[in-house]
């Protein structure tokens, strides 16, 4: 058995070495025939392992169970592959390439380990930042419609209460018209309808107009045309004082219109 004269740690000096072994007739095998088949297989084995957990964990396109299964039956052929590459790597000696392939297989296994904490770590707080911003938004535009409903409420409510306001307005103003006769002013009032800001606002003008009828002070005395008897009909309850007969309905007028200048 050929021993190496450099460690494995030092790796230009020591792929010189295999590769002038191997090139070498007279020393027995080829150790590139395992080097390089072997590390082929432990790195296609490795990244189907990593491609496995990732769907496994990570994903979730594939059953954690399954994955586990998956991974425990590639983890001998990915110690085999590294065991060829480390057999050929040390030139055919066994403990050496033993101790090698426990050294590699530890480093990957802890690579592996720390690769997917932290994959799953930024995986969570990927999904919580998009959450908090989905949050976010959904707040955002709950807000900003909270805030045009509120808007177009106000609107519908201005209009409404100007409408109403508007009726009761021309009511007034019907029956302060309708009692002119008797206070002697007469009342109106028209709404204005304003847009500012996009919101109509309702706004109303009140005119007072004096209005002068005359009234007359007292009623005027009448004649009975039965006994010629003068006398005030209301007064008397519309019946003569002297005959007992009902005051026409002429002479009634006539005793309310006032008197001439």
Same mark, same amino acid.
């Given at each position: 058995?050929?021993?190496?004269?450099?460690?494995?740690?030092?790796?230009?000096?020591?792929?010189?070495?295999?590769?002038?072994?191997?090139?070498?007739?007279?020393?027995?095998?080829?150790?590139?025939?395992?080097?390089?088949?072997?590390?082929?297989?432990?790195?296609?084995?490795?990244?189907?392992?990593?491609?496995?957990?990732?769907?496994?964990?990570?994903?979730?396109?594939?059953?954690?169970?399954?994955?586990?299964?998956?991974?425990?039956?590639?983890?001998?052929?990915?110690?085999?592959?590294?065991?060829?590459?480390?057999?050929?790597?040390?030139?055919?000696?066994?403990?050496?390439?033993?101790?090698?392939?426990?050294?590699?297989?530890?480093?990957?296994?802890?690579?592996?380990?720390?690769?997917?904490?932290?994959?799953?770590?930024?995986?969570?707080?990927?999904?919580? *930042? !998009? /959450?908090? %911003? =989905?949050? $976010?938004?959904?707040?955002? &535009? +709950?807000?900003?419609?909270?805030?045009? #409903? @509120?808007?177009?409420?106000?609107?519908?409510?201005?209009?409404?209460?100007?409408?109403?306001?508007?009726?009761?307005?021309?009511?007034?103003?019907?029956? *302060? !018209? /309708?009692? %002119? =006769?008797? $206070?002697?002013?007469?009342? &109106? +009032?028209?709404?204005?309808?304003?847009? #500012? @800001?996009?919101?109509?606002?309702?706004?109303?003008?009140?005119?007072?107009?004096?209005?002068?009828?005359?009234?007359?002070?007292?009623?005027?005395?009448?004649?009975?045309?039965?006994? =010629?008897? $003068?006398?005030?009909?209301?007064?008397?309850?519309?019946?003569?004082?002297?005959? @007992?007969?009902?005051?026409?309905?002429?002479?009634?007028?006539?005793?309310?219109?006032?008197?001439?200048?």
């Amino acid at each position: 058995m050929t021993q190496s004269e450099y460690r494995a740690r030092q790796v230009r000096a020591k792929t010189n070495e295999v590769y002038e072994y191997d090139r070498d007739d007279e020393k027995p095998g080829k150790p590139l025939h395992l080097l390089i088949p072997g590390g082929i297989l432990a790195l296609a084995a490795l990244a189907v392992i990593v491609f496995i957990g990732y769907q496994a964990f990570v994903e979730e396109n594939l059953s954690q169970d399954l994955g586990i299964t998956l991974m425990l039956i590639l983890s001998p052929v990915y110690v085999g592959g590294v065991f060829l590459f480390s057999y050929g790597y040390e030139l055919y000696n066994l403990p050496r390439a033993l101790r090698l392939t426990a050294i590699i297989v530890f480093v990957t296994l802890a690579s592996v380990v720390i690769v997917a904490v932290l994959i799953v770590v930024l995986g969570n707080m990927k999904g919580g *930042g !998009s /959450s908090s %911003s =989905s949050r $976010s938004s959904s707040s955002k &535009s +709950s807000s900003s419609f909270s805030k045009s #409903s @509120g808007s177009a409420k106000a609107s519908v409510g201005d209009a409404f209460a100007g409408a109403v306001g508007g009726a009761g307005l021309s009511k007034k103003g019907s029956s *302060g !018209s /309708s009692g %002119s =006769s008797s $206070s002697g002013g007469y009342y &109106s +009032s028209n709404p204005i309808f304003i847009n #500012s @800001g996009g919101r109509t606002r309702v706004e109303t003008r009140e005119v007072t107009k004096e209005v002068v009828k005359e009234v007359p002070k007292e009623p005027m005395p009448i004649t009975c045309p039965f006994c =010629s008897r $003068s006398y005030v009909p209301i007064e008397q309850k519309y019946v003569c004082p002297s005959c @007992g007969a009902a005051t026409p309905k002429e002479l009634i007028e006539e005793s309310q219109l006032p008197k001439a200048p």
